[in-house]
């Protein structure tokens, strides 16, 4: 009995420091623990340089623990791939579903972002996209599709959906993948930015952060990577021979990545939401809220689509719908 009274003690005294030992490593500065490893020391690096510099890595990672089996089998895979020196690990990408699981970390603070975006047109599901009958009648999807929609998406297009017989037959395989948000907030959203004043905290005498790297920036699905929106290159818009004046402020250029002309940049072909009339040069965040995507009121006619671009009648609710 005193034999197994004391491999009772041992074991629970063991348990104790492993899980001691854990918390304890969790509070550390991650200079010291996690970033020691060099996979992680460049995020490490420009997460000091952030405005979420005061934010724990823990905060939006999690730990071994989190939930429950499936972080400790994905931290346990971290693990391995590092000590047997694996280098297809060498860069660091998360899947789409742990993206979604951080954007939801994301949605604990950022509140009123997140339900700005739920609100707009940018929150559309993965069957909103592709199966929209209306818009396959016009067009089928294809590959590039995913270079907005759908940006995180880890396989191909014939892995997402069946295409095979009329726009009516297609349906997407994975009813969980089916309603999965295609524009998420890492579409336009880089966590390790550098970025050292955060705007929301800015006094009114250092609210010209101009030259400070911005908060949005597009990922490029084909590169895996985030181009901050200030280096995005301006486009030339026409309306026929004209030239046309156009917004070039990194909010504008962003949303010009999706919301794109044809080949030929005529106003109003295409995805184009290029600002004509009086309107002309006016930044898109000069209407729009940058997460609702809501207008002070109803513009009508300021887009370019139809005609001559400036009497087509169409109108942008307050919750526009992508195309």
Known sequence: MKKQLTCAATA???????????????????????????EISPSHATWMQSAHADVRCIDCHGTALSQGLHSLREKGAMLLSHWSGDKRHEEIRLSEEQMLDLINRCAECHRAEYAGWQASGHAATYREIFTDLEHNRMEKPYADCFRCHGMFYEGDLHTLMSLEGNPEDWYIYDERQADRPAITCLSCHEIHTPNPVSR????????????????TALYLRSDKMHLRSDRLIP???????????????????????????????????????TTLGEHA???????????????????????????????????????????
């Open 281 to 323: 040069g006016k930044s898109c965040l000069g209407c729009h809220s940058p997460h609702s995507m809501r207008t002070p009121r109803v513009y009508p006619s300021i887009h370019g689509k139809g005609g001559d671009g400036l009497s087509s009648g169409r109108t942008y609710s307050s919750r526009p719908r992508l195309p």
């Open 200 to 215: 929301r905290k800015a006094p009114a005498e250092t609210a010209d952060l101009s030259d400070k790297a911005p908060y």
């Open 235 to 273: 486009v030339t818009m026409l309306l026929g021979d004209s030239i046309l004046r156009t917004a070039t402020d990194p909010g504008t250029l962003l949303c010009m990545q999706c919301h794109a002309p044809n080949s030929r940049h005529q106003a109003g072909s295409g995805d184009d939401r």
């Open 12 to 38: 629970t005294l063991a348990i104790a420091v492993l899980f001691g030992g854990y918390a304890t490593w969790n509070t550390l500065d991650p200079a010291n623990t996690c970033a020691a490893c060099h």
